[in-house]
């Protein structure tokens, strides 16, 4: 009866009712000890909705595997808003510095299809863009043109 549950949970919120609880119910699993397993393991996505994939064995034994959040939840964290822009050229819901597009991108980076930091921020931008953030003041667009063109090149320079 070995299994796998895949599910999003409020990083460091989790508690043992749904979405795990009723599917980790029926199994060997000591349910408790999983939520605070994944609890402790996302605690630093505090509040944001993260995937987690909780694999089980017969015996009870558990591997938990925590994602990272999407990328709209984090820019909604780093920018600190609810929601985005219903108009997002036209109306902006807030402003980010460059350090905050950097500290999203090294968080995402494994998740994304860059090859490099650079472009991984050029990724971010781009969701900046569907959600009516503006960069240093300045529309994302004009913003990950000046990326193109090489003026944040120290900026996002590999760690």
Do not use: H
């Not at 995937?51 to 938990?64: F, H, K, L, M, R």
């Not at 108009?87 to 460059?98: H, I, K, R, S």
């Not at 667009?141 to 090489?150: L, P, S």
């Amino acid at each position: 009866m070995a299994g796998s549950i895949e599910v999003l949970v409020p990083g460091g919120q989790v508690n043992p009712g749904p979405p795990l609880g009723p599917e980790l119910g029926p199994t060997p699993v000591d349910v408790q000890a999983v939520v605070q397993d994944i609890n402790d393991e996302t605690a630093a996505f505090d509040g944001m909705e993260v995937p987690v994939t909780v694999e089980y064995e017969d015996n009870g034994a558990v591997d938990i595997e925590v994602g990272v959040p999407p990328t709209a939840e984090l820019v909604k964290d780093e920018a600190g808003f609810d929601t985005g822009s219903g108009e997002p050229q036209e109306e902006f819901v807030a402003d980010m510095t460059v350090d905050q597009i950097k500290t999203v991108a090294e968080q995402k980076q494994s998740d994304l299809l860059s090859y490099d930091l650079k472009n991984a921020a050029k990724e971010i931008v781009g969701t900046c863009t569907s959600l009516g953030v503006t960069i240093e003041g300045n529309n994302p667009r004009e913003f990950k043109d000046r990326i193109d063109e090489g003026e944040y090149d120290d900026e996002f320079v590999e760690a």
